[in-house]
């Protein structure tokens, strides 16, 4: 790593091969340079603030930005401590580069906007539960749909707040219930039809899938999505009323058609007898 040693008025006492590499400058060159040519942020005010309060206090490690002689500016770590030498206070310095690492957090971060922007926006409730039940993660989605907050979707198994009953009014233990037992007996669960309920404690038909996530072979979450399918419930059964009631019109209209053609042999039973007349 860079080493640097910096007086008070911001010249350099001394750099070290790393930190003339990481600049781009000579040793000559670097003797007349000072500390706002490679720190954009530390200009005068800024670094004679920081250089006084190292020598008094502990300078927590922070971060900061560093310009190349060819104007390349990159991420740096700075550790900094107040020293003395020869009686003159001076600052000593250890900067490390972190452009690789910042890289990988921006690209962390990147694709974390790209998950929450798929979860914040999906139509279902998506869950996140860990080895002992309780939720980790909750979307937009299941906020809406079940009524609860973050926090108190975490304060107990998740099994307890939307599944702890079954559809006939019967309480449904936790360890019979196949999303928890996903997890442990490593099997997915696919379009579960079931009955959850919000907080409220109203209750509403769901569709659901659960599929567990091992780390190192160790099983440690499970995520579990979940649909509301009440309009769908709605609309087969809306539709099996019109195919019932489409089913009553035809037999009716089938009796009437048998009606008609009994009435009309009969008319060609009179007619024929007649015209044989």
């Known amino acids: 790593d860079p080493f640097i040693l910096m007086r008070e008025d911001g010249t350099f006492a001394y750099l070290n091969k790393k930190a003339l ?40 490690q922070f971060e900061t930005l560093h310009k190349r002689r060819d104007g390349h500016v990159f991420h ?5 401590n107040g020293i003395s030498l020869d009686g003159q206070p001076h600052l000593f310095a250890i900067a490390r580069d972190i452009s690789e690492r910042k890289k990988q957090e921006e690209a962390f971060e990147a694709q ?13 409730a998506l869950f996140m539960m860990n080895a002992k039940g309780y939720c980790t993660f909750m979307n937009t989605a299941g906020e809406k749909m079940f009524g609860y907050t973050q926090e108190e979707i975490k304060s ?6 939307i599944h702890h009953h079954r ?7 936790m360890e019979e219930c196949p999303l928890d037992r996903a997890l442990p007996e490593n099997f997915d669960v696919r ?25 190192g072979g160790v099983p440690v979450a499970t995520v579990i999505e979940v649909r509301d399918i009440s309009l769908e419930l709605e609309a087969e059964q809306a539709l099996r009323r019109s195919a019932s009631e489409l089913e009553e019109l035809v ?25 044989q007349e």
């Open 21 to 60: 590499e990481a600049w781009g400058y000579t040793e000559d060159e670097a003797k007349i340079i000072r500390v706002p040519d490679v720190d954009p942020i530390y200009n005068d005010p800024a670094f004679k603030e920081l250089f006084y309060k190292a020598q008094t206090e502990t300078i927590p």
């Open 156 to 161: 107990k198994p998740l099994h307890y707040l």
């Open 112 to 124: 974390n906007i790209l998950i929450r922007t798929i979860t914040n926006n999906a139509t279902s």
């Open 251 to 275: 037999g009716e209209r089938t009796k009437d058609l048998h009606l008609v053609n009994e009435q009309l042999q009969q008319f060609t039973y009179a007619a024929s007898h007649v015209l």
């Open 191 to 215: 379009a579960h039809r079931d009955l959850f309920f919000r907080k409220d404690g109203s209750s509403f038909p769901i569709t659901c899938a659960a599929s567990p996530i091992f780390e």
């Open 76 to 80: 740096v770590e700075l550790k900094v």
């Open 167 to 173: 559809p006939d009014g019967s309480h449904y233990p």
